[in-house]
C-alpha cells in the first residue's frame, strides 16, 4: 500500500531553515508528481510546491517562491523540501502528497501523517 512519511520538522527560528524529506513506498514513485501541502492551525490546506515525475519541472506557491526548493531522488524514493528564510505564519502542519496521474499539481490521491514546522524565537 501506499506510504508517505515525512520528517525534517521540529522549532525554527524566523529566518532560518529546515529541510523536511518524505519516503515514499508502495508505489513507483518516479512515475508520479509530487507535492508539499501544508495546514496552519484554523486554516485549510495550502498547496506550497510541486514537482514532476523526473524532477525536471517545478512549482511554489508565491509566498514561498525564492524561499523554497523542492527536490526528488527517485534512486531513493525520497521527496525533499528545503525552506529558508522562514517566516512564523508558515507554522504549519506540512505533508507530503502524492498526485494522481494528468491532474493538477494541487489535487492528492495519498498524502503522510505530516511533520510539524514551528517558527518562532
Known amino acids: 500500500q501506499v506510504q508517505l512519511v515525512e520528517s525534517g520538522g521540529g522549532l525554527a527560528q524566523p529566518g532560518g531553515s529546515l529541510r523536511l524529506s518524505c519516503a515514499a513506498s508502495?508505489?513507483?514513485?518516479?512515475?508520479?508528481?509530487m507535492s508539499w501541502a501544508r495546514q496552519a492551525p484554523g486554516k485549510g490546506l495550502e498547496w506550497v510546491s510541486g514537482?514532476?515525475?523526473?524532477?525536471?519541472?517545478?512549482y511554489y506557491a508565491d509566498s514561498v517562491k525564492g524561499r523554497f526548493t523542492i527536490s526528488r531522488d527517485n534512486a531513493k524514493n525520497t521527496l525533499y523540501l528545503q525552506m529558508n528564510s522562514l517566516k512564523p505564519e508558515e507554522t504549519a502542519l506540512y505533508y507530503c502528497?502524492?498526485?494522481?496521474?494528468?491532474?493538477?499539481?494541487?489535487?492528492?490521491?495519498?498524502w503522510g501523517q505530516g511533520t510539524q514546522v514551528t517558527v518562532s524565537s
Open positions: 514537482i514532476y515525475s523526473d524532477g525536471s519541472d517545478t
Open positions: 508502495g508505489f513507483t514513485f518516479s512515475s508520479y508528481a
Open positions: 502528497a502524492k498526485v494522481p496521474p494528468e491532474r493538477p499539481l494541487y489535487e492528492y490521491d495519498y
